[in-house]
């Protein structure tokens, strides 16, 4: 597997409550990805990095934001966290955008009740 | 706008049958093509992608671009095949898109 961690792995958390979810890579790659993967809707790109303090908004950002203040490092904030961003959340690297093979983090598994 | 569209969300065939997975996209431009998996209890990782015309693990998958597809096929399903299967289109300057996925459940 490629160095990538994500935590927590496991949340459970109360609607409107603040959720941060890390991911830390050891790879130096210059891209960093969010995806939530649900049932039915297979992946979606929440956020994307190309580089440090660089973001750019994927198909479903509402309600998300990001944060890169260090290449290893991309945060993902849920500002209020509602009950249909129970989701199971992973994180992708990539090396460039041209190249495109991503590697993948485990996942976190998010409960919001 | 780019998408990808994987008719079937669950597959079923027997141990030892052929096996097509679907994946259908739209894209004006030149597209590169992606099949990830995602074995049980594992991460989603790349299987293989058109340009590089590889077969890995006996699958194999062909960029017809008339029909704008990019099935992903093996002739003898094995068990451990079993999977949750996503084709994925890179165009333009976007990230990757990710189909809904298809579910292989290979039956000894």
């Known amino acids: 597997d490629a160095g990538i961690t994500q935590s927590p792995r496991h949340k459970v958390t109360e609607t409107g409550t603040p959720v941060t979810l890390r991911c830390h890579q050891t790879?130096?790659?210059?891209?960093m990805y969010w995806y939530r993967q649900d049932p039915g809707h297979g992946l979606r790109l929440i956020h994307y990095?190309?580089?440090?303090?660089?973001?750019d908004k994927g198909e479903v950002s509402d309600g998300y934001s990001v944060s890169r203040s260090k290449t290893e490092d991309f945060l993902l904030t849920l500002e209020s966290a509602t009950s249909s961003q129970t989701s199971v959340y992973f994180c992708?690297?990539?090396?460039?955008?041209?190249?495109?093979?991503?590697?993948f983090g485990p996942g976190t598994r998010l409960l919001v009740l | 706008a780019q998408r990808v569209t994987q008719p079937e969300k669950l597959l079923s065939v027997f141990k030892g049958a052929p096996v097509e997975l679907k994946c259908n996209y739209s894209y004006s431009g030149s597209p590169e093509l992606f099949w990830y998996v995602q074995y049980s209890r594992q991460r989603l990782q790349l299987l293989l992608r058109?340009?590089s015309r590889e077969s890995i693990k006996g699958f194999t998958a062909d960029l017809n671009k008339g029909e704008t597809s990019f099935h992903l096929k093996k002739p003898f399903a094995q068990e451990e095949d079993s999977a949750m299967y996503y084709c994925a289109l890179l165009s333009g300057n976007t990230p990757l898109v990710f189909g809904k996925g298809t579910r292989l459940s290979v039956i000894a």
């Open positions: 990095s190309y580089g440090v303090k660089d973001t």
């Open positions: 058109h340009i």
């Open positions: 790879e130096n790659h210059r891209y």
């Open positions: 992708a690297i990539s090396e460039s955008r041209i190249e495109e093979t991503q590697y």
